[in-house]
C-alpha cells in the first residue's frame, strides 16, 4: 500500500482535498481521528494511503503535529496572518479588528493588516486612516486589488510562508488572492441587489500552493463577529496588547491594570502618541466587558 504526505487544501462535506506535488488527491478521513476529536482541517499535513491513482482517491492515514491551530477560521499551520479590511465599505470595524489581533496574538503568528479599497478614499478618508493607525503596532498596508496599488508589497512578505487571509465578508479577500496569483480561482461576491444575497461568496477556506512564490495561501470565509479566545482572562489581556510590554515596567504599581491606577506609565504613553490611541481604548473596552461578566 502506497503511503504519500500532502496537505489538506479543501475539507468540504466530509471529503478532504489533499495537495501532492500539486495534484489535489480526494480523501475521507479514518474515523480513529474522530475518537480523539481531531477533525483534519485545511491546512494540515497529512499521511494519506492511496486507493486509487488513477482517480487520485485516497484516505488519510496521519495528522502531522500543527504547528498553530485556528479555530476561527477552521485551519492550521498558517505562518503568518493577513487582517484585510476595508476602511469604507464595508465600514471598518475596530472591534473585530482587535479581536482578531489578541486571537492571533493567543497563537503566536505574525499577523499583518491589509486596508484594502484604497481606490474608495478621498483625501479626508486617507488623513482618518493615517490618524488611526499612527504608531500601529502591526505592519498596516494600504491596497487597490482595483488600481493595482501595492499588491507587490504583499506578494513579497508570502516567499515560503503559508499566509492567511481573513476578515469581514466583501473587503476584497479573494480579489486580493486572485489578483496575486493572477488566476481567477478565488470565488468573488457580486452580490446580487434582487435577492441580496451573495453570489459567489467563499464558503469554504481554499488553500493554494503559488509556485512562483514557493508559498501557499489560503482564502476563508468572512465573518461578521468575533469573539476574545477563551483561554484569556480579564487580568491577562493586557499582555496581548502586545505594544504596552515596552511601558509597564515605569507603572508605579506591579501589576497595574493600566485602567485608573495613578501614575500609570501605559496611559502617558498613550497621552503623548506613543502608544495608538484606538488601540488603548479597545483594550479598555474589553476589559470592562470582562468586568461586568465577572460581576
Ligand atoms: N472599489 C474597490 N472594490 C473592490 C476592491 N477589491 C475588491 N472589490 C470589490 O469588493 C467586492 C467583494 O470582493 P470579494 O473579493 O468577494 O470579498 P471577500 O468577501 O473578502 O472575498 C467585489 O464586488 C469586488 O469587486 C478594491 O480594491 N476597490
Ligand atoms: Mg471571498
Ligand atoms: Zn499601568
Redesign the pocket.
Known amino acids: 500500500m502506497v503511503e504519500i504526505e500532502g496537505i489538506i487544501a479543501k475539507a468540504i462535506d466530509g471529503f478532504y482535498y489533499i495537495l501532492v506535488n500539486k495534484e489535489e488527491y480526494c480523501c475521507r478521513s479514518r474515523k480513529k481521528f474522530r475518537f480523539k476529536e481531531i477533525e483534519p482541517k485545511v491546512g494540515d499535513k497529512v499521511t494519506i494511503k492511496i486507493i486509487d491513482f488513477e482517480k487520485r482517491e485516497g484516505v488519510i492515514e496521519k495528522i502531522h503535529e500543527r504547528t498553530s491551530d485556528f479555530i476561527r477560521p477552521q485551519i492550521s499551520n498558517v505562518t503568518q496572518v493577513f487582517i484585510?479590511l476595508a476602511y469604507l465599505e464595508p465600514k471598518v470595524n475596530l472591534e473585530m479588528l482587535n479581536k482578531m489581533l489578541i486571537n492571533f496574538e493567543v497563537e503566536g503568528v505574525k499577523t499583518n493588516i491589509i486596508i484594502?479599497?484604497c481606490?474608495?478614499h478621498g483625501e479626508e478618508d486617507d488623513r482618518e486612516v493615517n490618524e488611526l493607525f499612527k504608531s500601529f503596532p502591526y505592519d498596516v498596508i494600504k491596497v487597490?486589488?482595483?488600481d493595482r496599488i501595492n499588491i507587490n508589497t504583499i506578494k513579497n512578505k508570502l516567499h515560503n510562508n503559508i499566509s492567511c487571509f481573513c476578515?469581514a465578508?466583501?473587503?476584497?479577500?479573494?480579489?486580493?488572492l486572485n489578483e496575486i496569483v493572477s488566476k481567477n480561482i478565488m470565488d468573488?461576491?457580486?452580490l446580487s441587489q434582487k435577492i441580496k444575497r451573495g453570489k459567489h461568496?467563499?464558503r469554504f477556506s481554499q488553500l493554494i500552493y503559488i509556485d512562483e512564490l514557493d508559498g501557499y495561501l489560503i482564502d476563508t470565509p468572512?465573518f461578521t463577529s468575533v469573539s476574545i479566545s477563551k483561554n484569556i482572562g480579564m487580568d491577562d489581556l493586557k499582555e496581548y496588547f502586545i505594544e504596552f510590554m515596552d511601558y509597564y515596567e515605569g507603572c508605579k504599581f506591579r501589576g497595574c491594570r493600566h485602567i485608573n491606577e495613578a501614575q500609570c506609565n501605559v496611559k502617558k504613553a498613550v497621552q503623548h502618541g506613543k502608544i495608538n490611541e484606538m488601540r488603548y481604548e479597545m483594550y479598555v473596552r474589553f476589559y470592562n466587558k470582562f468586568n461586568q461578566k465577572e460581576k
Open positions: 484585510v484594502n479599497k481606490d474608495l487597490s486589488v482595483k476578515g465578508s466583501g473587503v476584497g479577500k479573494s480579489s486580493l468573488i461576491s457580486t461568496t467563499t468572512g
